[in-house]
């Protein structure tokens, strides 16, 4: 049977002005998943500024990956496509021929973006996927480059500029010399980067995700994911005039980069350098969301949209991969109450972490046990999920390592040690001691660990358990508990108590 289309996958294709993009979204949620993903560089935007038309070529190669893209669509029974098309379309005379034929070959209306629309969408695809934003966006395309002003939920009116890599490549005949000066006038009263000093910019578009990959590659970067990538501005400029400089072709791990993109890296590099020179940021994040996923985010509602995306895409993992789902929501509650009878405060950022870890805690349950810790930090490094930066991401990983491999250093990975400070590597060990206790007690089971609280009392750590179930404890639960009692400084007590115990938090 057909899904209804509020369940039904839901599809994106962005036509851009360098490449023309499929994403096929498992549902319209928060979180989405991507169930396919394919890119198609036609580069429609090549010469549009000079000659004013798509050029045939490029045209009849982009109308073959959209019936290709209907079919696969049908394939995956999408119950809505939508199609965007941005700054070659929109600017080229022979456009809106275009256009009509896109329309009649996908069998679908095509939305033309203006660049103030396509600045508000690149927006709310860094609200979609970063946990309170606070900077500008920066989306840069083959033909245009838009800024944007985002802080919370509010999203201020963003500009649009002629700077996209084809586009500079296009009006300066692929002088590098000549785009510095096209660069530096255009952005010189670009009114969004007056407002960047001391704030994040957020890169969003395939070049300067080459240009992040190839940063990582110099750097032996430890994990291998865009989304959330940072760079000190400093750093950046460093590298950026090292791009300006250098034959690409010639770059270290530049086979990270396809050979269509290669030629804009200098542009986008340049790009970079005057953002950074003109609005001081203290540092540039790559988001691997934008257009598409902003454009899923506006159509949610208002409390949707207000949903953690870390906290979404970790449950929806929970719900997929672990024995109980349940459970990790017991767990929740009773790390919360343990951590506050120790006194471990905790910050807004580190309590989602926190409870990111419980919902992430069991996903490796099917793996051989000698490999759980090591396919668990894996799976959560690597994994898709948003909202989280690097260290956080680290740091989910390696406390769920601990849950499994014990809380020794020893067999930790270096590597994701190294993104993580010595507060987080403590705190990822002290929870990864409390999942061990607690899974002990409850077999994975939801409806235990409300019973069975672990509190902080004076010097001692007290594990309570209530009469009727007091043959949980053995020789094996007393040892984790004097584990976790042991790297908190506390004394393992485990106390008998009549009745039923209460679950509810201090």
Known sequence: MRRSEASAPVAIIDIGSNSIRLVIYEALERSPAQ???EKVLCGLGRSVLTSGRLGEEAVDKSLKALGRFRLLCESAKVGKIHVLATAAARDAANGPDFIAEAERILGQKIELL?????????????????????GIVGDLGGGSLELVDVIGNTVA???????????????????????VKVIRDTLADAAPLDALRGRTFYAVGGTWRSLAALHMAQKAYPLHIMHGYSIPARDAVEFSKIVERADTDMLESIESVSEARRPLLGYGALLLDEIIRRGRPSNIVISALGVREGLLYELLNEQERRIDPLLSGADELNRLMSRAPGHAHDLIEWTARLSAS????ESEDERRQREAVCLLSDLAWRTHPDYRGEQSLSLIAHSGLTGIDHPGRAFIALAVFFRHEGLSLDGASSRMRELVSPRMLNRARIIGGMLRVAYLLSAAMPGVLPRTPVVGSGERLVLS?????????????????????RIIGREPAVVTVPGRVSGSAA
């Open 35 to 37: 169930l396919f993903n």
């Open 114 to 134: 203006s660049g103030r629309r396509e600045a508000q969408l690149s927006a709310y695809g860094i609200l979609s996927g970063f946990h309170h934003a606070d």
């Open 157 to 179: 009116q963003g500009i649009t500029t002629k700077l996209g890599g084809l586009a500079l490549q296009d009006i300066t005949g692929g002088s590098i010399k000549k785009a």
């Open 342 to 345: 120790l006194h471990l405060d």
């Open 465 to 485: 358990l209530p009469t009727d179930i007091e043959a949980l404890a053995n020789d094996r639960l007393s040892g984790r508990l004097r584990q976790l009692a």
